[in-house]
């Protein structure tokens, strides 16, 4: 019985929201449309809300460590704002084999509580607008490689469902539910691909992922319903070294790669404001970034001391970061916040 372990636990909490003062319509644009900064004319909304909002949670989790290691779980969220039991089963095995393989899978269900208080506003939103669901699967292996002085390889695929999705129409016109309302779903794919080596004075970490993630509002009239989630890269990765040249001397490089993340494309929506002419239909340039450190340390039995050298951005690249638009003349004007240059740093640090 050593090898089990059972938990129980029950968590509440009770809160006072009170809303109050006039913010930006957080609504006003498309749902999860990532837009160029600028004006798109959307009013600001005055809130007045406040309620008390109990919630109460159970769970029970059992760990087992074996020839094989399992986790099985069950949490019940009951949300008192809008009366909703949520249940959040989870579950995890792993497999340690002789070979230094472990094959590992998890998955479960999880809820995000709708906390917008545009969204929420008795005026504006919907009070009742529900949890949004995720259901998740992680499958993964670990495999130890007779690589230098030790070596790991990881590769995992990870998937996901979303459903409920809070969401509202890109026509301010349209027939629809209550606004917004948990009518949106979604697919996440993915996977990804690490290594790490230590040889000697060397070290190598290097990883690689692909992610495909969609998201579908029905609600949608103009733009359609089908789009690119928008915190999507579709490709990213990284290469870190580390060299210890001397015993007080360590040399590291770190590399990354990410491909740009969606953007709406936008088009003139009067004299001076935005509209959006597209959903997450266009993509920011690739990122790139090469950071070189050169640091020398010290210790002693009361101090561990260092002093380095930064370079950020040795290549110097400027990938676009957060663009920005405006409207001239009947004409769309952009801009953008762009990668920040190459920046020397010098630095001493003292730990004791």
């Known amino acids: ?15 006072h929201r009170i809303v109050t003062g006039t913010v930006y ?12 900064v600028g004006d798109y004319g959307a009013p600001d909304v005055p809130l007045a809300d406040a309620g008390w909002e109990p919630d109460l949670a ?3 989790e059992h760990a087992w460590t074996g020839p094989l290691s399992s986790r099985l779980g069950v949490r019940a969220t009951w949300v008192g704002r809008t009366g909703e039991v949520l249940p959040g089963p989870t579950v995890a095995l792993s497999v340690p084999l002789p070979s230094g393989t472990v094959p590992r899978v998890a998955g479960g269900l999880y809820h995000h509580v709708a906390d917008d208080p545009v969204a929420l506003d008795p005026a ?14 992680v499958v993964g292996v670990d495999q130890a ?4 002085d030790a070596a790991l390889l990881t590769v995992e695929g990870h998937a996901a469902k979303l459903e409920d999705l809070a969401v509202t129409s890109d026509t301010a016109g ?3 539910a209550p606004t917004p309302s948990n009518d949106g779903y979604g697919d996440v794919l993915g996977a990804d691909v690490r290594l790490a080596l230590r040889a000697g004075r060397f070290e190598v970490n290097t990883n690689a992922s692909l992610v495909r993630a969609t998201r579908t509002n029905p609600l949608n009239v103009r733009l359609g319903d089908d789009y690119a989630a928008p915190f999507e890269r579709a490709v990213s990765g990284g290469l870190s070294l580390a060299w210890q040249v001397a015993p007080r001397w360590r040399l590291t490089g770190r590399y990354e790669l990410r491909t740009g993340r969606p953007v709406s494309s936008v088009e003139p929506g009067g004299a001076e404001v935005l509209a959006l002419a597209g959903l997450n239909d266009a993509r920011l340039g690739t990122h790139q970034q090469l950071d070189v450190r050169l640091e020398w340390r010290r ?7 260092s002093a380095y050298v930064d370079v950020l951005n040795v290549l110097n690249s400027r990938a676009e970061l957060v663009p920005s638009a ?4 009947g004409v769309v004007v952009r801009s953008a916040v762009s990668q920040l240059p190459v920046r020397p740093f010098l630095g001493v640090r003292v730990d004791f």
Do not use: F, M
């Open 1 to 15: 019985w050593d090898q089990h372990v059972l938990r129980l636990g029950v968590t509440g909490a009770l809160a």
């Open 145 to 148: 490689l007779p690589l230098g």
């Open 326 to 329: 405006a409207v001239a003349e």
């Open 25 to 36: 319509d957080s609504l006003a644009l498309p749902t999860d449309a990532s837009a160029p």
């Open 124 to 137: 504006r939103g919907n009070p009742a607008l529900g949890a949004e669901r995720a259901w998740q699967l």
């Open 58 to 60: 159970l769970y029970a």
């Open 174 to 176: 349209a027939v629809r």
């Open 299 to 305: 210790a002693t039995p009361r101090l561990h001391y």
